[in-house]
């Protein structure tokens, strides 16, 4: 007995009543679309789509199902001219983040630069307050120390300053200062150094480090000038005298006061300063110096 079949409206294949697409042309079977029947032969052996499983018709091109193409090799597909899945969109590389190289500070370059700078403020702390500390006459025991190198460049660069600043008070000792550290190699100087303590002492009455240092000056001027020694000496102690007198606890003048009146033959004078040198302090070095001094002289009027 024959069996009434369904077309396709589109490419009038033979349809099933439960297609749901051509399996021809994959067009949609749709209620609209008008299918004619006629009578055929018996359907063909059935395979099943590879996607939905459903059986299919052997020389179906489409899924009546699912509308996959049946080809070999073919993408199954969705409605007419639908593709079911799309290509993988290619990936660009990622962008390697830009690394910014920061300049840091590393610690040894920190280390490195607070001593440097701790090094600097000690040198210039040195070099402002070495002008500062008092001189002391040198006794036989004792050796003259190494002298700095002043030179006459730096002399006259120096007056030249304190010309241009008469108010420098610091200059102007400075000057004065290294005027007698270059006597030790011309005595010549002494006299300029002499008149340049002098001037600053006229603003700094009360320097006591000043006029002991004028008052060595005095007594270095002794011993290079006979003639005029014992009133250069009688200078010496006057200036010494005036410093302690302003100044009762500063042990440099009391020190120098007991060489100069020792040089000067004062034995008793002499002795009297050299023990109160070392009542101010006797564990420094000039108090240390005035006991040796007082041990290995004999002063007329004193007990053995």
């Not at 630069?113 to 004792?142: D, H, N, S």
């Not at 102690?237 to 033959?265: C, R, S, W, Y």
């Not at 040198?277 to 564990?283: E, G, K, R």
């Amino acid at each position: 007995m024959a069996i009434a079949k369904s077309v396709c409206g589109d490419c009038r294949a033979t349809l099933s009543p439960d297609d749901k697409f051509c399996p021809q042309c994959g067009s949609r079977i749709e209620n609209s679309t008008a299918a004619e029947t006629h009578h055929g032969s018996p359907e063909s052996q059935a395979i099943r789509c590879g996607v939905c499983g459903k059986a299919v018709h052997a020389g179906a091109m489409f899924c009546e199902s699912c509308g996959a193409s049946m080809q070999s090799g073919a993408q199954p597909q969705g409605r007419k001219g639908e593709k079911t899945s799309q290509p993988a969109r290619k990936q660009s590389p990622p962008q390697r983040k830009e690394k910014h190289d920061k300049k840091r500070v590393e610690p040894w370059q920190i280390i490195t630069g607070v001593i440097v700078l701790a090094l600097v403020v000690f040198f210039v702390y040195t070099e402002l307050t070495r002008e500062q500390q008092p001189k002391q006459i040198m006794t036989e025991q004792q050796s003259f120390p190494a002298q700095s190198m002043v030179t006459p460049q730096a002399i006259e660069q120096l007056q030249l300053t304190v010309d241009q600043n008469p108010k420098d008070d610091a200059s102007l000792l400075r000057l004065a200062n290294m005027l007698h550290d270059a006597s030790a190699s011309n005595s010549s100087l002494l006299q300029r150094a002499i008149n340049t303590y002098s001037k600053y002492l006229q603003r700094k009455p009360n320097d006591p480090n000043a006029r002991v240092d004028m008052g060595i000056c005095y007594f270095e001027m002794a011993k290079v000038d006979s003639n005029n020694a014992p009133s250069l000496l009688a200078k010496a102690i006057q200036e010494m005298q005036t410093a302690f007198d302003k100044n009762p606890t500063h042990q440099p003048a009391a020190f120098n006061l007991g060489i100069v009146n020792l040089n000067a033959g004062n034995l008793e004078e002499s002795n009297s300063w050299l023990k109160k040198t070392v009542q101010l302090n006797p564990n420094s070095d000039l108090g240390k110096r005035a006991q040796q001094l007082i041990e290995q002289h004999t002063f007329q009027g004193s007990s053995n």
